[in-house]
């Protein structure tokens, strides 16, 4: 079962999910590694603060964001039409 996610989870996942498709990962691993500075810039380019982005980036860790270490994050593809 999926967890619930907030409007604003939703509409990060939907930009999250248009970099992870043009990923050349995507097909293979079905996610995409990144830094959480590259996802606050995707954010803050459509439209969040900083402050925001960090947030919702945070609220997203375990569910799409997963630790690799080495300050890099593994971005899972999520199927929006399951929530």
Partial sequence: MKKQLTENQKQ?????NNRVEDS???????G???S?????????????????AE???GSLT???????G???W????YDMEEV
């Avoid at 990060?12 to 999250?16: E, G, L, M, Q």
């Avoid at 959480?36 to 925001?52: C, R």
Wanted: proline letters at 0%; aromatic letters at 14%; a negative charge.
């Fill in 32 to 34: 995409d590694y990144v």
């Fill in 62 to 68: 375990g569910i799409i964001l997963h630790s690799t």
């Fill in 12 to 16: 990060a996942i939907k930009i999250f």
């Fill in 70 to 72: 080495n300050n890099e």
């Fill in 36 to 52: 959480i500075k590259e996802l606050i810039n995707l954010l803050v380019n459509n439209g969040w603060s900083e402050s925001q």
């Fill in 24 to 30: 050349d990962f995507f097909e293979s691993d079905g």
């Fill in 55 to 57: 947030g919702t980036i």
């Fill in 74 to 77: 593994f971005l899972e593809y």
